[in-house]
């Protein structure tokens, strides 16, 4: 059971591709107060792993004491973070807090390509600065990337560059049109590229000793069935099953990349709303219509809800950039 939450919409970057139009600090975002209430709510629902992104997490004064408040309940404290932001010392408060991994952002190889993406100057460098300084005061980090149709063919770089650098895995997201990212949705990939690389990135999973995981590609648990591979993972799509969401305001939705608010913690504890929303249950049914419905591998791989929505207006529609049922995106 995993939830992230969007812990501010500050950030020190502009990026294409952001789900949430980060930038400036949103208007009555959870205080400290607030935000230990929901993590009681979140422990107490049962939740496990507990994401602090954004925005730029690292950005909240607040982030250590909130770090340790989560490792103090049980949870497990991670990150999501473009990485431009850790020093040594701030590592090194973060570990002792209790968060026990970072996820930084790297979209390319080629530094001036993850500059321009992210509209910061020098954040490739300071994102391998982060990962280093991660490194010296004994905190696992790993490699997140996001794929579009102008870096697809630096995936396989990239997970060389985690093994390289000491990351412990390689999370590879693969773009959903959402927040600022429905502006470059032509650079997403379509049926037919997005089949060819899960299959290059499971093959690349045999041949490196950390973990690699698509992310909002949950097709790859079929591919990895297909090709008779073992996976840790249980199922593709997590949106409202084992996994949800939480705004820097407090609005509950089923995933990042879904944007429909099904609660929100200042009116209601997190842990009514996971168990009561109407559309957390819907989405539980797997009662999906089109190709989805019909798929021998609908309860592992579940297709992305958040891209279903966004192309037929439905989060329980089919999957339209799935190969595999064929009728749709090639």
Request: aromatic letters at 10%; one cysteine or more.
């Amino acid at each position: 059971m995993i939830v992230s939450w969007n812990s501010t919409n500050q950030c020190n970057m502009f990026c294409d591709h952001c789900y949430r139009d980060a930038g400036a600090k949103a208007d009555m975002e959870l205080s400290t107060q607030e935000a230990k209430k929901m993590l009681d709510e979140i422990s107490q629902a049962g939740f496990k792993i507990m994401i602090f992104s954004g925005g730029e997490p690292l950005m909240r004064d607040d982030i250590v004491e909130l770090v340790k408040y989560a490792a103090d309940l049980g949870l497990r404290p991670v990150f999501g973070t473009n990485g431009t932001l850790i020093t040594k010392d701030l590592a090194k408060k973060l570990k002792d807090a209790g968060a026990m991994g970072i996820g930084i952002s790297l979209d390319s190889m080629d530094p001036q390509k993850h500059d321009r993406l992210r509209k910061y100057e020098g954040a490739w460098a300071e994102a391998v600065r982060g990962m280093q300084n991660c490194k010296e005061v004994g905190l696992p980090f790993q490699i997140h990337t996001t794929v579009m149709d102008w870096n697809k063919d630096e995936i396989e770089a990239l997970t060389d560059f985690a093994v390289e650098i000491g990351a412990v895995a390689h999370h590879i997201f693969f773009l959903v049109p959402t927040g600022r990212a429905v502006n470059i949705e032509q650079e997403s990939l379509r049926a037919r590229e997005y089949e060819e690389l899960l299959n290059r990135i499971q093959d690349k999973a045999d041949k490196v000793d950390i973990e690699i995981k698509p992310t909002c590609a949950p097709q790859f648990m079929r591919i990895a069935r297909q090709k008779g591979q073992k996976v840790r993972f249980g199922r593709g799509c997590l949106a409202g099953t084992s996994y949800c969401i939480i705004s820097p305001r407090g609005d509950v939705q089923p995933c990042a990349y879904l944007n429909i608010a099904v609660g929100n913690v200042k009116d209601k504890p997190f842990n009514l709303i996971w168990e009561e929303s109407d559309i957390f249950k819907e989405l539980r049914t797997m009662n999906y219509s089109g190709g989805c419905g019909e798929c021998e591998f609908k309860k592992v791989c579940g297709g992305c809800r958040a891209r279903a929505y966004f192309y037929h207006g439905s989060f329980m529609a089919e999957e339209p950039w799935c190969l595999y049922h064929g009728r749709t995106g090639i």
